[in-house]
């Protein structure tokens, strides 16, 4: 494990869903359900499978880091200049489950990434309210 810097900096974005982590789970691992907020994408929830998410822009080159079923989920996401590490966490609540996804490792110089990360997540929460609904 490489201990950040800390100058690097980290997107956070959390939100409370009325629904149980299964079905928040589900939108973040299958494939046809991930492009449906996100990009497309090959992506298998398996640990250290490699995957790409394709967007009008471009693509990510990704890696699952870490998986736990229903709890959480963390992939590299490389892309344009950008290495960094994308955290999904999902704790149960009373109303549903609460999701929190950071994003760090945006170097100082990356103001563009680093503000456009902030704009683009808080798009794709949208979109996924969209697809869980």
């Known amino acids: 494990m490489n201990h950040a810097s800390p100058q690097l900096r980290t997107v956070t974005v959390e939100r409370e869903f009325a629904h149980a982590p299964e079905k928040i789970w589900r939108a ?8 449906a907020w996100l990009m497309k ?13 394709q ?4 693509a990510v080159d990704c890696e699952v ?14 892309a344009l200049g950008l290495d960094s590490v994308v955290t999904w966490t999902l704790t149960p609540t009373a109303a549903g489950t609460h999701l929190r996804m950071e ?20 798009k794709f ?5 969209q697809v869980l609904a």
């Open 103 to 122: 994003q760090s490792g945006f170097r100082p110089d990356q103001d563009q990434a680093f503000h456009g990360a902030q704009y683009g997540w808080n």
């Open 28 to 35: 973040l691992t299958q494939p046809h359900l991930i492009e």
């Open 55 to 58: 967007g009008d822009w471009g």
């Open 41 to 53: 994408n090959d992506f298998v929830p398996a640990l250290h499978h490699r995957f790409k998410l």
């Open 65 to 78: 880091l870490e998986i736990e079923p229903q709890r959480s989920l963390s992939y590299t996401w490389a």
């Open 125 to 129: 929460f949208g979109a996924l309210e």
